[in-house]
């Protein structure tokens, strides 16, 4: 009734296609209870939205733009793969950012994927990590791990 | 009764207070019968330990000691969470390291959070995972990703 | 029957000796159905088959067939735990990069090890991350880490 599918409709939000791989492998995979989703980046109809690295090309509000939009994919993803309204949550965010060695701004890059996940899971939150890359694809700034819970619609794992 | 919070007591380490989440997240959440904590930083009452790189002002010595921070930091999240007790094994760990291109001494560094893990769940061991990162929250040299099985006495998974 | 087993030696593929540990931790864990790996390097007989980074000493052929060897290592690993034909498929493999800034072929050397796996578990397929990394054990071009799931014979699982 208040899925995630109505949550994101009254934020506003509007899902994008969901990616195709680049390469040899699925958007998602279902096992124990858990939905692994490929690395979700900021990509709309295959393309980059933008390129750089943090703390050169790229400020935080930049990056931020770019961990909403793989959100939005990976929302995308597991609506396409079990339905988004059988997601019981976010279990497990990471945010992989290409930065330079002296940037340290990691959580306000991240926490513009959190923001949409706390719109369509409210009011359950996620765990989170953040990490420096040297480089990700096609020259990509953000890269997100997401683990689901799926076939829960109620669970009392948020400690 | 011999559990991990006897055991950590019997070899004299004491469990600092959990750290508080750096943003739009909670610090771990439980599905499946599996504890994802958040990131796992050097942190002290919400301030660095350290900061730098290893390989340039940080000795595999110092990059041990964040570990062994980062990691009861780690225990005293679960602690907070389902208790430490009804946790049955550190399933998983990944060490990511603030690095220099050319370092290469990844193992000296995890060594220090795996020894603490040792101590509270001996003898089962967990399985491991190095990386180096291009830069971590706020200029710290390490992060932990912590995955823990929780709700089973024994566990027969070690292989 | 027509297992992974069955599936690698039809396709001319043999599994080295499982690589040992290189500090305090065991090869795999299993918990909740899954069997988490620890990091799979390019090792044979313990030593390094190559080393350099990716968009430096190395192109990607040459980090294709590092994660290939990455990935043999990986079911060796499984195959001396569980016993390869217990293992349902891949569910997760993420595929770190030792790279320059400048690097962004990452799909290029991550398909070295998803044919791996694609051989093996045909016709199922695993969601897939790629990451570049600052440094990485020894020197080694990349790591894997690979998440399987064990014990069901027949899944459901790809979206």
């Known amino acids: 009734m208040s899925g ?4 994101l409709r009254a934020a506003g939000l509007h899902l994008p296609e969901p990616p195709r791989p680049l ?36 400020d935080p509000a930049a990056g931020r733009e770019a ?3 793989a959100a939005l994919n990976a929302l995308a993803v597991a609506d396409a793969g079990t339905g988004l309204d059988s997601v019981a949550r976010v279990v497990r965010l990471a ?11 990691h959580a ?7 923001e949409v996940f706390d719109t ?6 996620h765990s989170r990590l953040v990490f420096g890359s040297a480089a990700l694809p096609a020259g990509m700034p953000v890269e997100l791990e997401v683990v689901l819970e799926v076939g829960a619609a ?3 794992g948020q400690l």
């Open 67 to 69: 961990a909403r939009a």
């Open 23 to 58: 390469g040899r492998y699925v958007p998602a995979v279902a096992a124990s209870g858990l939905l692994f989703l490929s690395g979700m980046l900021p990509l709309r109809d295959g393309e980059p939205l933008l390129t750089g690295r943090l703390g050169q090309e790229l």
């Open 120 to 125: 369509a899971f409210a009011p359950t939150r």
């Open 4 to 7: 995630a599918t109505e949550r």
């Open 154 to 156: 109620t669970s009392p």
């Open 95 to 105: 945010v992989h950012i290409a930065c330079d060695p002296g940037f340290g701004d």
């Open 108 to 114: 306000a890059v991240a926490d513009g994927a959190s």
